[in-house]
C-alpha cells in the first residue's frame, strides 16, 4: 500500500557528509511515523532514527547522536537522513520504514520497507 524508495548512498571516506532521502507514495496516511535502520553484511539490521509526522519526538540511537539528523518534508512525504562525520563503522545498506502508528526503534513496529541505499565509508 506504501512504497518507499532510498536515494542518495554512495562511497565515501571517513569524516564525509552524506544525505539520505527516501520518496513515499501511496497511502500517505500510513506513513505517521518514519524511520531509518541499517544493516552491515552479516550483521543484524539496527535501528538508526525515526520520526513522526510532525517532526517532534525524534528517536536516536546512541552511536549516530550528534552526528546524524532525521527530518521529512510532510507535504512531499520526503524523509531524509543527514549523516555527517561518518565513520567507517556506518558503512551498511540504509533502508526507510514507516507506519500508521506510533512506533519507535523496533522492526516489528513498521509496516513498509524500502529496498535500500548502500553507504560505503572508507577509513
Known amino acids: 500500500q506504501v512504497q518507499l524508495v532510498e536515494s542518495g548512498g554512495g562511497l565515501v571516506q571517513a569524516g564525509d557528509s552524506l544525505r539520505l532521502s527516501c520518496a513515499a507514495s501511496g497511502r500517505t496516511f500510513s506513513t505517521y511515523v518514519m524511520a531509518w535502520f541499517r544493516q552491515a553484511p552479516g550483521k543484524e539490521r539496527e535501528f538508526v532514527e525515526a520520526?513522526?509526522?510532525?517532526?517532534?519526538?525524534?528517536y536516536y540511537a546512541d552511536s549516530v547522536k550528534g552526528r546524524f539528523t532525521i527530518s521529512r518534508d510532510h507535504a512531499k512525504n520526503t524523509l531524509y537522513l543527514q549523516m555527517n562525520s561518518l565513520h567507517p563503522e556506518d558503512t551498511a545498506v540504509y533502508c526507510c520504514a514507516a507506519t500508521g502508528r506510533f512506533a519507535g526503534g523496533t522492526e516489528y513496529e513498521y509496516d513498509y520497507w524500502g529496498l535500500g541505499t548502500p553507504v560505503t565509508v572508507s577509513s
Open positions: 520520526i513522526n509526522w510532525s517532526g517532534s519526538s525524534p
